[in-house]
């Protein structure tokens, strides 16, 4: 029986339901609306200045995040994302005939879109992020929820994650959780408030630079809940 199963959510946008984790890859109120708000508008990826943009997503999943990103995007991109499930990939072909024509590599897939390409790393991302010698321009922290995946929310993970970013490197998710936050914090990065989408209240930017938002700093002090690390998991 299968692990995942195609759903469509309210945009009319395709998503997946996963019976490993007991959630969906996306907010059923729009998968693409989600994708493009959380992401191409929570990095910036249209005020960011260079020729070709070099960006990281943590969750292939469907593959809304590449399709979103290059229909939007106004200059060429390098899409390196993680995935752990073959199944995903196969189901994200289904979905998008686009990834029918991904080559299978060594590493993962890899697929060419006129001046843009889309890399796979296929495997447990805690691994493969460390095989990594380079810095991005934007990263989508698209995990499963950190209530069900946690290990891709520590602060180990968010060190990691920082190490390939540079000055202005922008990460972007959906979650404001207490513990995910704190654990950003810990790991170098500054914090910024988001309006979420559809249902969610809150959203979460990081940066590379800047300066916390004093309110985030002030809610995270008075809550007792500890920064997710790899020590709770």
Known sequence: MSEFEIITTDDGSPSVYSKIYSEACHNL??????????FIQGC????LSKDKL??????????????????NCQKPVRFVSFEKYDQMVEL?????????????????????????????LMGDARQRVKELDEQFDAIYQDAFS?????????KEWFRDLHKLSHHKTIL??????????KALLESGWY???????????????????????????????????PALSDLLL
Request: glycine share 10%; net charge positive; with cysteine.
């Open 29 to 38: 109120s729009g998968a693409y609306q989600e994708t493009f708000y959380n």
């Open 44 to 47: 910036e990826i249209n005020q």
């Open 54 to 71: 070099n960006i990281l997503e943590v969750g292939f999943g469907t593959g809304m995040g590449f399709i979103c990103t290059i229909e």
């Open 92 to 120: 994200a072909k289904e979905i998008h005939p686009l990834f029918k024509n991904l080559t299978k590599t060594k590493d993962g897939y890899h697929l060419k879109v006129g001046d843009s390409e889309c890399i796979i």
């Open 146 to 154: 950190p209530r069900k995946n946690k290990e891709l929310w520590t």
């Open 172 to 181: 972007s998710t959906y979650s404001s959780s207490v513990s995910i936050r």
């Open 191 to 225: 914090l910024y408030n988001r309006k979420g989408h559809g249902n969610k209240k809150l959203a979460t930017i990081a940066k590379t630079q800047g300066e916390t938002e004093k309110g985030i700093i002030e809610k995270l002090q008075r809550s007792s809940v």
